[in-house]
């Protein structure tokens, strides 16, 4: 069993950034992949960010060139970089793990049912 914890939420002005961590506690040794989705109101949701335990990774093309995902294995963390946030950038954000190693990052960016482990999320509000 895997759990994750998000932090670093918060409200920006439209062009600023935010940095958002996920700790993974218990069983972490063999987890393969990390993700960040986002999910925003009335809408289903979304792959954002993915990062294998080899540093591959895979990004939504709406945040191409603004979000950066990285990991610190020792510590068990993935962070979310995000610099020149919009509007629509406003969601709740969750953290995303598992051990699964089949099928590329592009499949599992897209197929949030993939991953078995989610934290609770953390909210990201970019206004105008």
């Known amino acids: 069993q895997v759990q994750l914890v998000e932090s670093g939420g918060g409200s920006v002005q439209s062009g600023g950034s935010l940095r958002l961590s996920c700790a993974a506690f218990?069983?972490?040794?063999?987890?393969?992949?990390m993700a960040w989705f986002r999910q925003a109101p009335g809408k289903e949701r979304e792959g954002v960010a993915v990062i294998d335990n080899d540093g591959s990774t895979a990004y939504a093309d709406s945040v191409k060139g603004r979000f950066t995902i990285s990991q610190d294995n020792a510590k068990m963390m993935v962070y979310l970089q995000m610099n020149s946030l919009k509007p629509e950038d406003t969601a709740m954000y969750y953290c995303?793990?598992?051990?699964?190693?089949?099928?590329?990052?592009?499949?599992?960016?897209?197929?949030?049912?993939?991953?078995?482990?989610w934290g609770q999320g953390t909210q990201v509000t970019a206004s105008s």
């Open positions: 218990g069983y972490t040794a063999s987890i393969y992949s």
């Open positions: 995303a793990a598992d051990y699964k190693s089949y099928n590329s990052a592009y499949y599992r960016i897209q197929n949030p049912q993939w991953f078995g482990y």
